[in-house]
């Protein structure tokens, strides 16, 4: 129902925009985040935009660099990254929950649906 896709291979202080469409339902309702993973690593938190008043929240390690939006009449969610570095190479996820809690927005057991990564490649 989530389906994430705009991954690539980019060089470091490059951009990417990434799209999450969703299908088979809408998703206007809902938080929408984004996580990452990279080789060998736990999946971490990325971003979230509030689906009541399009709040955004971001990992320390982002912010300032990428911009999580939504577009509900397209029932689509991006997240634009600039300024990418090597450390940014992962796979990204999207995901959506129905809770509302500021303090478990970061860990991925809130969220309800996920959809297949994209893959983001980072080069030097």
């Known amino acids: 129902q989530l389906q994430a896709y705009g991954g690539g291979l980019v060089q470091a202080g490059g951009s990417l925009r990434l799209s999450c469409g969703a299908s088979?339902?809408?998703?206007?309702?809902?938080?929408m985040g984004w996580f990452r993973q990279a080789p060998g690593k736990e999946r971490e938190f990325v971003a979230l935009?509030?689906?009541?008043?399009?709040?955004?929240y971001y990992a320390d390690s982002v912010k300032g660099r990428f911009t999580i939006s939504k577009d509900n009449a397209k029932n689509t969610v991006y997240l634009q990254m600039n300024s990418l570095k090597l450390e940014d190479t992962a796979v990204y996820y999207c995901?959506?929950?129905?809770?509302?809690?500021?303090?478990?927005?970061?860990?991925?057991?809130?969220?309800?649906?996920w959809g297949q990564g994209t893959l983001v490649t980072v080069s030097s």
């Open positions: 088979g339902r809408t998703f206007n309702n809902f938080d």
């Open positions: 935009i509030d689906w009541t008043d399009g709040s955004t």
């Open positions: 995901a959506a929950r129905t809770g509302s809690s500021y303090y478990a927005l970061r860990y991925t057991y809130e969220y309800d649906y």
